[in-house]
C-alpha cells in the first residue's frame, strides 16, 4: 500500500488541496490543474475522495494527488491504457491509475492525452 498523503484538515477547493501539497510539490500540482483544465476546458473542479479532480456533465474525467514518494493520477481507462501500454510503462499503474515519481518532471503531455481520451470518452457515451 502506497504512503498516505499528510494534510492538516480535510481541502474543500482545489486551491486548498494544492495549498496543503508540500511547498516543493505545489508548482507541479499547479501546472497538473492547468493541464487538465485546458483539455478538458467544460470540466468542472472538485474535491472529492480527498483529492482534486474534475468532472464533466456528472462524470469523473480525472482525480490527482499527492502523496510522499509521487504524484498520482486517476481515472485513466483501460482502453487507453492497452492502446498506450509502450508509452505508459516507465510508470507504476493499477486499475486506471498512474504513479508519477516525486521529484522528477510530470509528463505533461501524457497527461492531455489521457485527458482528452476520457473526455471523448464521456462525450461518446451521451
Known amino acids: 500500500m502506497p504512503a ?34 485546458a483539455a ?10 480527498g483529492m482534486a479532480g474534475f468532472k464533466q456533465g456528472g462524470e469523473r474525467v480525472a482525480y490527482f494527488a499527492y502523496w510522499k514518494t509521487h504524484t498520482a493520477l486517476y481515472g485513466t481507462s483501460r482502453e487507453f491504457i492497452d492502446a498506450h501500454a509502450a508509452e505508459l510503462k516507465p510508470y507504476v499503474q ?8 516525486a521529484g522528477k518532471p510530470l509528463p505533461y503531455g501524457l497527461v492531455t492525452k489521457i485527458v482528452k481520451a476520457r473526455v471523448a470518452e464521456i462525450e461518446k457515451a451521451r
Not at 95 to 101: A, N, V
Open 94 to 101: 493499477s486499475k486506471g491509475t498512474l504513479q508519477f515519481p
Open 40 to 49: 478538458a476546458p467544460k470540466a468542472t473542479e472538485i474535491v472529492s475522495y
Open 4 to 37: 498516505r498523503k499528510v494534510t492538516a484538515k480535510p481541502a474543500r477547493t482545489v486551491d486548498d488541496y494544492i495549498a496543503s501539497a508540500p511547498k516543493d510539490r505545489r508548482v507541479a500540482l499547479t501546472t497538473l490543474r492547468q493541464t487538465i483544465k
